[in-house]
């Protein structure tokens, strides 16, 4: 076995062992039904597509991802068992990647357990599947993204509360940043060109590019790079903890 | 000691100079980072996968066909108001669409289309510029600015080769006024046909015969039919007049013989050997135009003659038509407001996807056409050509006389009593492909005559004309002050598909008629009109009900005069009964609708709990199951 896949293995298994991973699922899956049913009004606007189902991901993300990446690292450190991990044979990213994975492949079946939208969106009309898979491919794109910063952020602090605090926060920026509403807020003092760049940052104007059916090669390598990017910086705090 | 100092300083710990590194990887990471995203964003050129089962977001080979064979340069101009724009993010991400699928053609045209993206300021000098080019702004932007959000496009002087854009001058100019995101489903078609009106010199000319005011009335200010506006876009429309035809000329790419009625011998000759040279026919007929003024013909007492026929023509191609019959069908009616309520109209059809040919060119990717009382075709036992049907009925349809339709023109529900479908699909419109004889054998000793035409020749045949008018497929909408045309049925491509296609230019075929992005509940709506449909009984019932009674009520009139005490007594007993049936049948109305409504709200509620209560609920079932079970083989191993 791999030391990616041990890793990924224990991680996995550590979730399931404490209630923790069934509290994480009920409250994704309740909370996205609710903003689906509610705030999305996916019901009475009678369009069979799942808009309002993905629209409201990102904001489902910015709680869940930071609560199960925040114990990744912080905890590891706090009970001195960073230490014993780093002494076995395999290397930082071999860590990095196998948890990483185990936290992302959690918000897969998170993602898979919500079927029942899209049996519910066939059952009252036809939608168009196509769409409603690169919206899946999609969030749970943008969901690495959010789990690589939390997996870096994490091994920046002891300090779980920290990580969780730090993790949403980038996040958010992240979603934000492309909003026209920000933009303009910044038009006045910022040159135009910086303005245009710093809007191709934005995580939610490349996930939506994804959930209108489009599979962009510059949206998967923006959320390939990201998730990359993020992954190695993680890798790269770890290794400065290690030397001190 | 200096020296000494810098031995130190050389030799310290390899861990430091380790951090150090990590630290500049660090930093080099985030200083690589962003740019890379911001590069590989902007100038990446765009590869991807369309997953949408329209290929919403791909070029149709028509497209590509236009943009392959240009032969001029063409310039490009998107005026798009960001400013105004900034509370519209409907308008904004509609934009966005419109930008890559320009940026897209332009990467396509290799050099040939130049695209420029300008944001017309207020009081600028790109603000005129928009003007000029024929944009129309919309109200409603933010501070009340207007929103200009259209593409002018002008067509080079001078060929491909060589010399730069810059220093051409522009031969044409037409431009897309306002980007209508309710015409979404067109847009490419909106912006290929600019492309391939901009690169044809002249329209091909096309005839028009018609006993319909199709072309409208410059006396009384009246605009053509839609249906000849979006044609005379694309084609040179040149009317003709029957009553003096003797010939058609060469050039005329595609005749529309619309609503022949008494057409003279003549005209009739001259269409015949028009057919029979290798020009190309659309002939329309109905049982009933609704929309032929004319008045009470001399032979008819009851009602005005407004069917049309061409009789001579049919029999020499072999086709059966019969223009006293009327094809109803119950399984397509068209919803109808009739006097207030809403019903379902058999004699007005609502045809789908699944009576369209999808195997044609012509009607393949179109989604509803709108018909009404309308005929059939069939082919005669001597036929020697072939029917190919574009336009059918369902199996539930049932052929009745034209009288019939006509009286229950006040009550059409009424055409539903004695309902038999026939169990076949009836031809509503054709193509018949063939060859054909003349009509005309006698006059063969005329000079240029022809007496047979050369095999697979083609007439497209339609037994409708009313889906010619405007009412059975668009319907004026105003949207930011701006009066657009909202389309609600593919009737106008459908007659610009066949007219394109006979006229041999299909480029713009494959591209016409994407289905919308629009998929309502078909369950939800199934529900809502059975509830109608029960709720349209029920009222049917309780109005008789209460006409009984005001019959009664007025039965007793006459009686007021002879004895007045008795009848008094009577009527008003009978009065009091009617007023309590009337509130008992108005509660009954009330109850019934709740019910109904009830129905959808039931389904909506327990959706709701299949999603998001019963999942979680298995999920929690799941977890406890797999802690009893871990406790119990832990206590068991203890």
Not at chain 1, 168 to 177: G, K, N, P
Not at chain 2, 211 to 222: I, Y
């Amino acid at each position: 076995m791999s030391p990616v896949n041990a890793v990924l293995r224990r991680e996995l298994r550590s979730y399931f062992v404490t209630p923790v991973a069934y509290v994480f699922l009920v409250i994704f899956l309740v909370l996205a039904g609710i903003l689906t049913f509610y705030a999305g009004d996916f019901y009475e606007r009678g369009q069979a597509d799942l808009q309002p189902f993905f629209t409201m991901h990102p904001w489902l993300y910015l709680i869940l991802v930071p609560a199960i990446t925040m114990r990744m690292w912080a905890e590891e450190a706090k009970g001195g068992t960073l230490e014993l991990l780093l002494t076995l044979p395999l290397t930082l990213w071999q860590a990095m990647l196998g948890k990483f994975l185990a936290a992302w492949l959690f918000i897969g079946l998170a993602l898979l357990l919500t079927f029942p939208i899209w049996i519910t969106v066939n059952y009252l009309g036809s939608p168009d599947n196509g769409v409603i898979l690169a919206g899946y491919l999609g969030s749970w794109l943008m969901a690495g993204s959010f789990v690589a910063i939390g997996a870096c952020l994490s091994a920046l602090t002891r300090s779980q509360v920290v990580a969780f605090i730090l993790t949403a926060l980038v996040c958010v920026l992240l979603i934000l940043v492309g909003q026209p509403q920000v933009l303009d807020f910044f038009s006045g003092t910022l040159p135009r060109k910086l303005i245009n760049a710093v809007a191709h940052l934005s995580m939610l104007r490349h996930f939506e590019a994804i959930a209108r059916g489009v599979l962009d090669a510059r949206d998967l390598i923006y959320f390939l790079l990201s998730t990359l990017g993020w992954l190695a910086a993680g890798v790269l705090l770890l290794d400065l903890k290690r030397t001190r | 000691m200096p020296r000494s100092r810098l031995h130190r300083l050389l030799a310290t710990p390899l861990h430091l100079t380790r951090r150090g590194a990590l630290y500049g990887a660090l930093a080099l990471l985030l200083l690589l980072f962003v740019p890379l995203i911001v590069a590989s964003s902007r100038w990446l050129h765009a590869s991807r996968v369309d997953l949408t089962t329209d290929k919403l977001y791909t070029l149709t080979p028509g497209t590509l066909h236009i943009v392959d064979t240009l032969q001029r340069p063409l310039r490009l101009t998107l005026y798009f108001s960001e400013h105004a724009t900034r509370d519209l993010p409907q308008l904004r991400s509609y934009e966005q669409r419109v930008r890559e699928m320009l940026q897209e053609m332009v990467a396509r045209s290799h050099g040939r289309i130049r695209l420029q993206i300008i944001d017309p300021v207020p009081y600028s000098d790109d603000e005129a510029s928009a003007e000029d080019n024929g944009l129309t702004a919309a109200n409603g932007g933010s501070n009340g600015e207007r929103v200009f959000f259209g593409l002018a496009g002008s067509a080079m002087s001078g060929g491909l080769e060589n010399e730069a854009m810059d220093d051409r001058m522009p031969e044409k100019a037409l431009a897309i006024a306002f980007f209508d995101p309710a015409r979404e489903a067109f847009l490419e078609y909106d912006i290929a046909r600019l492309l391939y009106e901009l690169n044809q010199t002249s329209k091909p000319p096309i005839g028009v015969i018609s006993s319909l005011p199709v072309q409208g009335n410059p006396v009384l200010g009246a605009p053509p039919w839609a249906v000849l506006q979006q044609l005379g876009q694309l084609f040179d429309v040149q009317s003709l007049d029957a009553s003096t035809l003797r010939s058609i000329d060469e050039h005329i790419k595609v005749l529309l013989l619309i609503h022949p009625k008494r057409l003279p011998p003549d005209a009739q000759y001259a269409i015949d050997q028009y057919v029979l040279r290798g020009g190309h026919l659309a002939v329309f007929v109905d049982p009933d135009a609704e929309l032929d003024a004319s008045p009470y013909a001399p032979d008819s007492t009851t009602f005005p003659d407004h069917g049309s026929d061409l009789p001579r023509l049919f029999k020499a191609w072999g086709v059966s038509y019969d223009p006293h019959k009327v094809v109803l069908d119950r399984a397509r009616a068209l919803q109808i407001e009739l006097a207030g309520s809403s019903l379902n109209h058999p004699a007005m059809l609502d045809l789908g996807t699944q009576e369209l040919n999808r195997n044609d060119v012509v009607t393949a990717s179109l989604q509803r056409i709108n018909v009404s009382t309308a005929g059939y075709f069939d082919l005669a036992a001597n036929a020697h050509a072939r029917l190919l049907p574009l336009l059918q009925s369902s199996a539930e349809a049932e052929v009745v006389p034209t009288q019939r339709v006509l009286d229950a023109s006040s009550d059409p529900t009424s055409l539903l009593q004695d309902y038999k479908p026939d169990n076949a699909h009836y031809v509503l419109a054709a193509r018949l492909r063939g060859t054909f004889d003349s009509a005309f054998p006698e006059r063969a000793g005329v000079a240029g005559h022809r007496a047979r035409s050369a095999p697979d020749a083609e007439v497209i045949l339609v037994a409708d004309t009313d889906l010619l008018s405007d009412r059975l497929w668009v319907e004026p909408q105003t949207i930011l002050g701006q009066t657009m045309m909202r389309v609600f049925a593919n009737n106008g491509d459908f007659v610009t598909n066949l007219v394109d296609n006979l006229s041999g230019s299909s480029a713009l075929l494959s591209i016409r008629g994407r289905s919308t992005s629009q998929r309502p509940f078909t369950r939800v709506q199934a529900l809502r009109n059975v509830a109608d449909q029960k709720f349209l009984q029920k009222e049917h019932e309780l109005e008789r009900e209460l006409a009984d009674t005001r019959r009664r009520l007025d039965e007793l009139q006459p009686a007021k005069g002879s004895h007045a005490s008795t009848a008094t007594t009577e009527q008003r007993r009978e009065i009091e009964q009617f007023r309590q049936r009337q509130l008992a049948i108005n509660k009954e109305l009330r109850d019934v609708q709740h019910q109904l409504n009830a129905e959808i709200d039931a389904l909506g509620l327990r959706l709701k709990f299949i999603n998001i209560v019963l999942v979680p609920a298995l999920v929690v079932l799941l977890g406890l199951l797999y802690g009893w079970r871990r406790t119990r083989h832990g206590r068991r191993r203890r």
